[in-house]
Nanobody
C-alpha cells in the first residue's frame, strides 16, 4: 500500500523553528518529485516547496525563500522540510505529496501529484 505520513508539526512561537518529516512506504520516494503544500482555514492549498526526483533540484515559493529548506534522505525514504524564522502567516496544515512525473510548470499544482499524506498542523503563535 502506497502511503505518505507527515510528522513534526506543532505549536511554535514566532521566530521559532520546526522540522517536518514525510515518510514514504510502499514505494521508493527517491523516484518521485515531492512537494510540500499548506492550507490555512478558508484558503486554497498552496505549494510551498518541491524537490525533484532526478537532479534533486529544490524550489520554494517566494514567501518561504531563505527560511525553509527541503531535503531528502533516500536511505530513510523520507523528505524533510526545515522551517526557520516562522511567522504567524505560516500557520496551516502542511501536506506532503508525491508525483511520478512533474513538470516545472505544474510543480505548484496540487492535481499534479498522485499521492498525499494526511497532513500535520503547524501553528505559529505567541
Amino acid at each position: 500500500q502506497l502511503q505518505l505520513v507527515e510528522s513534526g508539526g506543532g505549536l511554535v512561537q514566532p521566530g521559532g523553528s520546526l522540522r517536518l518529516s514525510c515518510a514514504a512506504s510502499g514505494f521508493t520516494l527517491g523516484n518521485y518529485a515531492i512537494g510540500w503544500f499548506r492550507q490555512a482555514p478558508g484558503k486554497e492549498r498552496e505549494g510551498v516547496s518541491c524537490i525533484t526526483s532526478s537532479s534533486g533540484g529544490t524550489y520554494y515559493t517566494d514567501s518561504v525563500k531563505g527560511r525553509f529548506t527541503i531535503s531528502k534522505d533516500n536511505a530513510k525514504n523520507t523528505v524533510y522540510l526545515q522551517m526557520n524564522s516562522l511567522k504567524p502567516e505560516d500557520t496551516a496544515v502542511y501536506y506532503c505529496a508525491a508525483s511520478s512525473n512533474i513538470l516545472s510548470s505544474s510543480r505548484w499544482v496540487p492535481n499534479s501529484y498522485n499521492y498525499w499524506g494526511q497532513g500535520t498542523q503547524v501553528t505559529v503563535s505567541s
